[in-house]
């Protein structure tokens, strides 16, 4: 089976998806490669904290401002 999320085949999400439930519950990190999202990093290539993500965001707008 693939390392990482990103790697999963169809037929790996559909033969794991209750291992894949876990995987991705709750959401804190997003892959910057694929969009896919997971509660670790390494579950993910090029995972970043959804939290970071956020605080990025609204530095950005609050400098639109």
Known sequence: MAKTLCDWSKKDIEKHALKLLRIVTPQN???LKCARTACDR???CRGVSLEVLQE???KE???MR
């Open 29 to 31: 990190y997003l892959c």
């Open 61 to 63: 707008a609050a400098e």
């Open 56 to 58: 990025d965001a609204d």
């Open 42 to 44: 390494h579950h993910l």
